[in-house]
Every structure is written in C-alpha cells, then in structure tokens.
C-alpha cells in the first residue's frame, strides 16, 4: 500500500495542471449539481471499497481538521477537558475562518489511527464523502484534495474519464 500511496502522489504531482484545468472546465460546464454529486459520489464509493485507509491517513497528516461546535464538545468530553481548554490546547482558525485543529498531523493519529475513533470529528466522518455534497460549488476543495487523498485521486480521475 505505501508504494501505491508514493505512487499516487507522483502521479497526482504530475497530473496536478490537467486536473486543474479539468476543475476549470467543470466549472463551466452546465451540469448540473445532483449530477455531478451523483457520479462524484459513485466514484468516491467505488475508490473507498478498494483502499485501506489506516494503511495511508493522509487526511489526517495534511489536511485541516474542521471544528464544530459538537465536535469540540465531544472531543473536549472524551479528553476530560472543559470546552475553553480543549480550545486553548488544540484549536485554531484557518484562511477561512474555520475552527479547526492547529496542527497536522492531526494529534489524535497514532500509527495511522485516531485514538478518538468513536468521538472523531465530523468532517473526519465524511471524508471524503462530504466533497460529493455540492461538488459544483467546492471543485476548487475537491481540487486539492486530488493531491491528498488516494480516493479523490482515483475518483478525479475516473470522472475524468466519463466526462
């Protein structure tokens, strides 16, 4: 898996301006939104079911970790921490404003797994599920995501093929 991994990343790095220039084209294409959430999502499903995540976690190693509100209330519970020293201890804002943990990797990752499995964030839950939820208006997310996640890699690029 970690040579599939290094692979995926040298390919991803590769084809990172045709996959720009795809995000560009998708944008101004007229498809619409279900649609394009539907074979986002279809391709997102069929990548998930041949990949091992705990054998990657690059998500965990690279990408933001978006806070909710619930999200720091559990986590803050699970840790024994009020919600002011969980924030003081672990939380941040990024570029956009978001609450979300102010480090990567994340942590709560051990050797490839979350030690708060059970109480993980949301985002975290959906991943990456959640880019196939309005993917018209978050290309430029699911975008760099390619570069992160095998199965955005490989759902990118089976979109590639059938669009």
């Known amino acids: ?43 997102l499903n069929k990548a998930m079911g041949e990949l091992d995540c705990t054998r990657c976690a690059r998500c965990c190693k690279e990408a933001y970790v978006v806070l909710q509100d619930g999200d720091i209330g559990r986590l803050a ?12 201890r672990y939380v941040t804002r990024n570029e956009d404003g978001d609450d979300c943990l102010n480090r990567r990797p994340c942590p709560f990752l051990k050797k490839n797994l979350c030690t708060l499995y059970e109480d993980r964030p949301d985002c975290c839950r959906e991943y990456p599920q959640s880019l196939a939820s309005q993917a018209a208006d978050n290309l430029d997310n699911i975008g760099a995501n390619y570069l992160v996640c095998p199965a955005v890699f490989q759902a990118l690029e089976r979109l590639r093929d059938i669009v």
């Open 1 to 43: 898996m970690e040579a599939e991994i290094r692979r995926m990343k040298r390919l991803a790095a590769a084809n990172e301006e045709e996959v720009d220039a795809f995000i560009a084209w998708l944008k101004k294409r007229d498809l619409s939104a279900g649609r394009l959430d539907r074979r986002l999502k279809r391709a």
């Open 77 to 88: 519970d699970r840790l024994g921490l009020s919600r002011a020293d969980f924030r003081a």
